[in-house]
């Protein structure tokens, strides 16, 4: 009876894991049509191209910047034992990595090399332990959504119930001692590229799964440059002489997505996965043998 139970839980494992690599490689699948809108885009009463939606990295995933990939892949990777080249989201240096100073590089290799088998909390990156990803790397997960007011752009994210009010009616940025999981924000609109001036990020997150970070000295210009109704490109260019020897940038190519109402999702920390719940089950049942 025992193996009878396990066989059957070993086989919903494998259901469910199949199921998330599928899920997981839904970023870089052609993207559902979207309603057509007008471009240019129309403006908003203040003036602002109306660039209002839902948006979703084409190739979303953040369990590495260099090369792009999300845990899906990394983990489609491990069991088939197939790499598949991917490249770079760094377009700044052009060798496509990011300039660490020596000490820095060597924390992140060590931060590398400890996550899969952790022994203390901070050996565990930072989203999984349900905390704020931040700026930039919300931009390269989830689907977010734009909303316009006047006077400001409004992000949206279900996941981590985050949100981000950048103003672009020219206020200064609030005090340098306040620290920031978003950061503060402010921006301003060249043509239909919306640019925002990012600084008081606190740092407590890191930029992916295999530990890329940056100090509170950082800051970050992003770009978000609508290219047409569909297509948006986001691009962050990180300052930090804290932790690199120079600036560099990131580039992720978003699709606008069809308009939906945002799932709840909630982050539980020490939360075990369907899979490795089945494999518990089975070497329990067998060890009663």
Avoid at 133 to 146: A, D, E, L, S, W
């Amino acid at each position: 009876m025992r193996w009878h139970q396990a066989v059957m839980a070993l086989g919903i494992g494998v259901a469910l894991v199949a199921l998330s690599v599928s899920l997981s490689g839904q970023g870089a699948a052609p993207q559902p049509p979207v309603s057509p809108r007008p471009w240019p885009p129309a403006l908003m009463p203040d003036g602002q191209p109306d660039v209002q939606g839902f948006w979703r990295a084409e190739n979303g995933g953040t369990q590495s910047l260099d090369p792009a990939k999300s845990s899906g892949a990394d983990f489609e990777e491990r069991v088939t034992g197939v790499v598949k080249r991917a490249p770079s989201r760094i377009v700044d240096p052009p060798d496509g990595h990011i300039p660490y100073q020596p000490w820095a590089a060597a924390l992140q290799k060590q931060l590398a090399a400890v996550y899969e088998h952790p022994t203390r909390p901070e050996h565990i990156d930072t989203q999984t332990r349900c905390l704020v990803p931040g700026v930039p790397r919300m931009y390269y997960f989830p689907t977010f959504q734009i909303l316009q007011t006047a006077g400001s752009v409004v992000f949206v994210w279900d996941e981590y119930h985050v949100f981000r009010v950048v103003p672009v009616d020219g206020r200064p940025h609030v005090g340098a001692n306040v620290k920031l999981w978003m950061g503060d924000g402010r921006g301003r609109w060249e043509g239909n590229t919306l640019v925002v001036d990012t600084t008081n990020l606190n740092a407590k997150s890191r930029l992916d799964v295999v530990g890329d970070f940056f100090s509170d000295n950082a800051h970050i210009v992003e770009r978000f440059i609508f290219a047409d109704a569909n297509t948006l490109t986001y691009e962050a260019t990180i300052t930090d002489p804290t932790v690199f020897t120079r600036p560099w940038t990131m580039r992720v190519a978003q699709r606008r997505m069809p308009a939906e109402e945002m799932w709840e999702f909630a982050c539980h920390e020490g939360d075990h996965d369907s899979a490795r719940t089945s494999i518990k089950v089975i070497d329990s049942d067998i060890g009663k043998k």
